[in-house]
């Protein structure tokens, strides 16, 4: 889809419920709790579950992190019964908002980044965002691939990552 095209596009709001592809009902909520339950789920992830320097690697670190991304972001909640699985956000930056989106590792591959990165940019339509911004690792395919199919467009590309963006 090109960015003209994907700007066009109307994408899902929170909340939102659906079944993965393993089978599990989840739900994307807006979100603007407490960040323990943020706090829990990215404790779990792994060395290979972290690129760009985030996660932080410390419940320390991860604690002194959340907090601007959930007083100054709008951001959306995976849930799985009474656990978060994923977490995605677009932070005011310049003129535009940046893009971050985790899925806990055991939820990684059954189609969960991939609803909820369109539920984000749902909540972002509707909350008056014109334009988003990511950064990502030249070596992420998968994050790239899924980028792209939501309308996505390399506007800069260095040695070690790249830069995309599209409008809402």
Do not use: C
Request: glycine content about 8%.
């Amino acid at each position: 889809m090109s960015n003209a095209a994907a700007a066009d596009h109307d994408f899902p709001r929170p909340p939102e419920t659906f079944t993965d592809h393993d089978g599990r009902t989840v739900t994307i909520e807006a979100y603007e709790g407490d960040i323990d339950p943020l706090v829990e789920m990215y404790a779990d992830f792994g060395t290979e579950s972290r690129s760009q320097g985030v996660p932080p690697r410390t419940e320390a670190d991860i604690r002194n992190w959340l907090p601007n991304l959930v007083e100054d972001g709008l951001n959306v909640v995976v849930w799985h019964e009474d656990r978060a699985v994923g977490h995605a956000v677009l932070v005011p930056y310049q003129d535009t908002s940046e893009l971050a989106i985790f899925v806990h590792p055991e939820y990684q591959h059954a189609g969960i980044g991939s609803q909820l990165i369109r539920v984000l940019l749902g909540y972002g339509q509707e909350n008056g965002l014109d334009r988003v911004w990511l950064s990502v690792s030249n070596t992420n395919h998968v994050a790239r691939a899924l980028y792209e199919s939501v309308g996505f467009e390399t506007i800069a590309k260095e040695r070690v990552e790249m830069e995309m963006e599209r409008t809402l």
